[in-house]
Nanobody
Framework: QVQLVESGGGLVQAGGSLRLSCAAS????????MGWYRQAPGKEREMVAR?????????RYADSVKGRFAISRGNTDDTIDLQMNSLQPAHTAVYYC?????????WGQGTQVTVSS
């Protein structure tokens, strides 16, 4: 089992920045990657960014956030951060941390990000 806890969401004005963090605990050796997904009201959950647990720590981004968001390793190997810059109202969503193993996917409880115009 893997447990994920997100933090860092909140309310920000358009053009502002937020930094989200996700900490994993439990059987973290089984993790393939840690990543961020988001779900806006009335929309499906979508991938935002992933950080793979391999030697080169491969990163992948949704096209819509390239150049604006950056995923990175946090203070420990089991923590990731998502730096979000130049936020717009369209980025308003619940942001979820996801971490799959070969057998199943684990999700955090989500953190609300609201961008006001």
């Amino acid at each position: 089992q893997v447990q994920l806890v997100e933090s860092g969401g909140g309310l920000v004005q358009a053009g502002g920045s937020l930094r989200l963090s996700c900490a994993a605990s439990g059987n973290t050796a089984s993790i393939i990657y840690m990543g961020w997904y988001r779900q806006a009201p009335g929309k499906e959950r979508e991938m935002v960014a992933r950080l793979y647990n391999v030697a080169d720590s491969e990163k992948r981004y949704a096209d819509s956030v390239k150049g604006r968001f950056a995923i990175s390793r946090g203070n420990t190997d089991d923590t990731i951060d998502l730096q979000m810059n130049s936020l717009q109202p369209a980025h308003t969503a619940v942001y979820y941390c996801k971490s799959p193993s070969r057998d199943q996917s684990y999700w955090g409880q989500g953190t609300q990000v609201t961008v006001s115009s």
